[in-house]
């Protein structure tokens, strides 16, 4: 019995952090922004049913050297991404040793392990770990995998002052029910999701219906950017929000463009995780008004390229 009311009393404190955690920073109507601590153990920040959220959820795990974790992904399938350090994860028959090996995630890309709903598993710290964990709900049974950095798809996208980094860790590719995941960098003063784009509406095979979270780092960490998110009239309401963003903060992103900009001098990194039934990357509705950029970047990148 005393054991059942300490369990039944740190669910109800975790929970309560949670509430505090959504009512901290910034809520309006068509997003919500959360300061993402770094807390010892296993933290679920966000999920289902905040922020206007159907599927995702987000987690962010902190163990040290020796330690570990053990858990159920329940009626969610989850990626475990290494932000930095190195554990080993058991998931049923599946043993998966030396995930992760960088200090940031500045210096190189991902570890991923995907994870399919109702596996339960043990994550080990080999030494100081940080780790994101997104989840969506499924309804698709798969079988664990692991990503190795060389798995994942990576790209430079964009010209100019919109040029970033853009790495697939987890795409339509592997088998999964609703989930993508993948690690975006602007270079200081830089924008990316631009031209800007959304995908919140069904409309094949122009566009599909994925929501979406970003969390965020910075190099130096004292760093900041700027996220907008905007829709025009008539497509679920008028949405016209600019927000500071800076470390360790998340943004959900239910629908409408949503460009970022990181600021002066400053890296500007992010984890976005996307989720809906129809599972495929790129089916992006691109602004109209802003559709040139696209054009023209071979036109500017073909004339420089001649120049003496």
Request: glycine share 10%; with cysteine; proline share 7%.
């Amino acid at each position: 019995m005393a054991i059942q009311r300490n369990i039944e009393a740190r669910f109800t404190a975790a929970c309560h952090r949670r509430r505090e955690r959504i009512s901290a920073l910034d809520s309006r109507p068509g997003f919500v922004k959360l300061k993402v601590q770094k807390e010892r153990g296993l933290n679920r920040v966000i999920g289902p049913g905040d922020g206007g959220l159907r599927y995702l959820s987000f987690s962010r795990l902190a163990l040290e050297a020796g330690s570990s974790c053990s858990g159920e992904t329940g009626m969610e399938e989850v990626a475990i991404v290494v932000l930095s350090g190195t554990c080993s994860v058991s998931a049923g028959k599946a043993e998966f040793e030396g995930v992760g090996n960088r200090p940031n995630v500045f210096s190189g890309k991902p570890f991923l392990v995907y994870l399919p709903r109702g596996t339960k598993y043990t994550i080990r710290a080999s030494s100081s770990l940080d780790a994101a964990i997104v989840g969506s709900l499924s309804e698709m049974d798969a079988e664990p995998i692991l990503v190795r950095p060389e798995d994942a798809a990576e790209s430079e996208v964009g010209f100019l002052n919109w040029r970033r980094r853009v790495v697939k860790a987890f795409g339509e590719e592997r088998v999964a029910d609703k989930l993508l995941v993948g690690e975006t960098i602007n270079p200081p003063g830089c924008w990316s999701s631009v031209p800007p784009h959304k995908h919140d509406r069904h409309d094949p095979p122009n566009e599909f219906e994925l929501e979406e979270i970003y969390f965020y780092k910075l190099m130096p960490p004292q760093g900041f950017g700027l996220q907008w998110i905007y829709s025009p009239e008539g497509e679920g309401g008028r949405l016209n929000e600019a927000i500071v963003v800076e470390e360790d903060d998340l943004v959900a992103i239910p629908r409408g463009y949503h460009p970022v900009v990181a600021g002066p001098g400053y890296r500007l990194y992010y984890l976005w995780a996307m989720a809906g039934k129809n599972r495929e990357y790129g089916r992006f509705k691109v602004d109209p008004k802003h559709a040139w950029l696209s054009n023209c970047e071979p036109i500017v990148r073909e004339f420089l390229e001649k120049r003496p």
